[in-house]
């Protein structure tokens, strides 16, 4: 009987510690997973909102003859002098690169001259420093 006592006993121990244990750890991470999480996700904003890179483009002409020249050009926001933009086309629902090239330049403006051959509406942007320029359409005839 003292065997069973001491048995039970121990093994109340056992659980009442773990209860305590895990109650306060579970405990202390609530409230630091609060606190973490609330200072992380407004770090994060204020970061993200402050240093997030944003391109402008607008097209010299929106309507130009087959292989016509034209240029595009535009502000790039946040995003380093030097750092190369490619001209993108949607071809069936894609986004495909063009071999037309530049980097920003010191006051972050960028041009570049562009000749299409595609007839019909061209969907075109600027990639490049972790930003997309908004859609500009040029039409070629």
């Known amino acids: 009987m003292n065997n069973g006592f001491r048995a039970t006993t121990a093994a109340a121990v056992v659980a009442l510690s773990a209860t305590l244990v895990l109650g306060a750890t579970a405990g202390a991470y609530a409230a630091t997973g609060e606190q973490a999480g609330q200072s992380a996700s407004a770090g994060t904003r204020s970061a993200s909102?402050?240093?997030?890179?944003?391109?402008?483009?607008a097209p010299s002409a929106s309507s130009v003859k087959a292989w016509q020249e034209f240029r595009i050009t535009g502000k790039a926001k946040d995003v380093a002098a030097g750092t190369k933009l490619t001209l993108q086309q949607?071809?069936?629902?894609?986004?495909?690169?063009l071999p037309a090239t530049t980097v920003v330049n010191k006051s972050g403006g960028y041009a570049l001259r562009v000749k299409l051959g595609l007839k019909g509406k061209n969907e075109l942007r600027i990639a490049g420093g972790q930003a997309v320029s908004p859609v500009v359409t040029v039409t070629v005839r």
């Open 49 to 57: 909102a402050a240093a997030r890179p944003t391109l402008t483009a």
């Open 90 to 97: 949607k071809q069936r629902s894609k986004w495909v690169s």
